[in-house]
């Protein structure tokens, strides 16, 4: 049994990762503000006596220091996400992605020094390749972001100085860590509020209003579930060779975001139509897209056995049915 601290764990993800990690038999710490996350998606392990549940804030540097004391590894998922999100609260993106990730790598660097290592795993995201042309995106591309004046490139650059400091950890002083770039991630107990377009558009499909498509919704992006992302994860931190390296997680199957509109209604109620509204209108008049968002996943299979077991009409029938309030 191994003690693991899952920062954002109540969170999509967090929670879906933290819910497995009691399954296989760990001891789970949670740490989570409550600010995009909540208790609720908790509520199916509430009171397992292996977890341990604290709402606070991994900027708070008495907290984490607790926190990493007597772990064996830390699942870093605490972050500010959604494109909405992050173009109305820049300020809150950068300042949450950035030092609450440097605190934990002081503090496991401490524990690293002592004779106590603990692994790493870092949640980094598709957004650090920006707006990179390339048709698939393997680990080492460059990172192409925007101008500074388009506040959407902040999330990727946040992360990526989160992955530089990561990555300098582990040369430097071998602190052991994974990187894991999450593509778009879909799935039960994710909100549309900040902007994400899966369950915005289940949302809207369920109440008979129209889809809303950004631009021409000829933009292309990867749908993975969440389920397979987490077992990913787990399988990447019980590899040896993932440490020290970056990992594009995800699908590698492209939709066109029209596409996925059409597979909504039709899944849901095929009199609902699409309304198109502008860039400008959804977020705002300097608003940037990235227009195509293909991982190329050859490095996570070459390092562990992936294969997931969700493919986009079983994801959708997930999220239609978690909609529907079906289990
Ligand atoms: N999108 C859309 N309608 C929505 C929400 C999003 O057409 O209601 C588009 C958005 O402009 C982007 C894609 O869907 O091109 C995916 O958006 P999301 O915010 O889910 O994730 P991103 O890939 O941008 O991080």
């Known amino acids: 049994m191994k003690h693991c601290l899952v920062t954002g764990g109540a969170g999509f993800i967090g929670s879906h990762l933290a819910e497995e990690l009691l399954a296989r038999g760990h001891q789970v710490s949670v740490i989570d503000n409550e600010s995009t996350g909540s208790p609720d998606n908790l509520a199916a392990v509430?009171?397992?006596?292996?977890?341990?549940?604290?709402?606070?804030?991994?900027?708070?540097?008495g907290l984490v220091r607790r926190a990493v004391e007597d772990v064996d590894e830390v699942y870093h998922l605490a972050a500010a996400v959604g494109v909405r999100l992050i173009a109305d609260a820049p300020i809150h993106t950068i300042e949450t992605n950035i030092y609450p990730t440097e605190l934990i790598l002081k503090e496991l660097g401490r524990?690293?020094?002592a004779g106590r290592p603990v692994?790493?795993?870092l949640a980094s995201t598709s957004e650090v390749y920006?707006?990179?042309p390339k048709a698939r995106w393997n680990e080492d591309d460059d990172l192409v972001f925007g101008s500074t004046t388009r506040a959407r490139w902040s999330y990727g650059a946040s992360k990526a100085i989160d992955e530089f400091l990561a990555l300098a950890y582990w040369r430097e002083r071998r602190l052991p860590v994974v990187i894991g770039r999450f593509f778009n991630v879909v799935g039960p107990r994710q909100t549309?509020?900040?902007g994400m377009v899966l369950p915005g558009f289940v949302d809207a499909a369920l109440a008979g209003q129209?889809?809303?498509?950004?631009?021409?919704?000829?933009?292309v992006r990867c749908f993975g579930y969440v389920?397979?992302?987490?077992?990913a994860v787990l399988a990447l931190m019980d590899e040896p060779e993932a440490v020290g390296r970056v990992f594009n997680i995800g699908s590698d199957e492209p939709i066109r975001i029209l596409d996925l509109a059409r597979r909504v209604i039709a899944a849901v109620d095929p009199s609902v139509g699409v309304e198109f509204i502008s860039y400008a209108e959804a977020y705002s008049a300097d608003f940037e897209d990235c227009r195509h968002r293909v991982p190329n996943l050859d490095?996570?299979?070459a390092t562990i056995d992936y294969r997931p077991e969700h493919d986009l009409d079983a994801i959708l029938r997930r999220v239609i049915d978690w909609k529907r309030g079906k289990p």
């Open 227 to 231: 389920t397979d992302t987490v077992r």
């Open 192 to 194: 549309a509020a900040y």
């Open 210 to 219: 129209p889809l809303t498509v950004h631009d021409d919704g000829q933009q």
């Open 299 to 301: 490095r996570l299979r």
């Open 46 to 61: 509430k009171d397992h006596p292996r977890l341990h549940y604290t709402k606070g804030s991994v900027a708070d540097p």
């Open 130 to 132: 920006g707006k990179n």
């Open 119 to 121: 692994k790493l795993f």
């Open 111 to 113: 524990r690293h020094e």
